[in-house]
């Protein structure tokens, strides 16, 4: 499955980074990459995205109040924030916010966190169809395809 990402930062080497380390873990799609808050939401008012990796401290909108309001466009939308200050935390556990990457991060903070969204994402829509129906109520049978019962 492909999860649909984008990243805010209003620093532009910052955000080029993310980008790049989001690029390099398997089954993503980088949506975007923003330096506007206001860029993004109007995004995402065209494009749906499953994860927004935000950085906090930003003019306009800053990233808590951009969760807020994404949340309101996709209420499943998965938030990681990637920030240089830790006195965020509380507002962004209020939010449900995935994760919390204190800058600088690494690859591997970067992909455990995205992995984490992929489980979660998955678990709501479910897994893919394989043609495969276990059902133990009462009996054990095992479906495949055609309604063949072993």
């Known amino acids: 499955m492909i999860i649909n990402i984008i990243a ?3 620093e ?4 080029n980074d993310m980008k ?3 690029g390099r873990i398997p089954g993503t799609q980088v949506e975007g990459g923003f ?7 109007k995004f995402v008012n065209k494009k ?4 927004a990796v935000l950085d906090i401290d930003m003019p306009e909108l800053n990233g808590i109040e951009l969760a807020g309001m994404l949340r309101n466009i996709y209420p499943e939308l998965q938030i990681i924030f990637a920030t240089g200050y830790d006195r965020y935390a509380l507002a962004a556990h209020h939010l449900d916010a995935l994760g919390y990457l204190l800058k600088p991060y690494t690859f591997q903070e970067v992909e455990k966190a995205v992995n984490r969204a992929r489980f979660l994402i998955e678990g709501m ?3 893919p169809d394989t043609g495969v129906e ?7 049978d095992v479906m495949i395809e055609a309604g063949l019962c072993f």
């Open 8 to 10: 805010v930062d209003d």
């Open 20 to 22: 790049r380390i989001l």
């Open 35 to 41: 330096t506007s808050s206001l860029e993004a939401l």
């Open 125 to 127: 829509r479910g897994r």
């Open 48 to 51: 749906p995205i499953d994860v």
């Open 12 to 15: 532009i080497n910052i955000l």
């Open 134 to 140: 276990v059902r133990c109520f009462g009996t054990f």
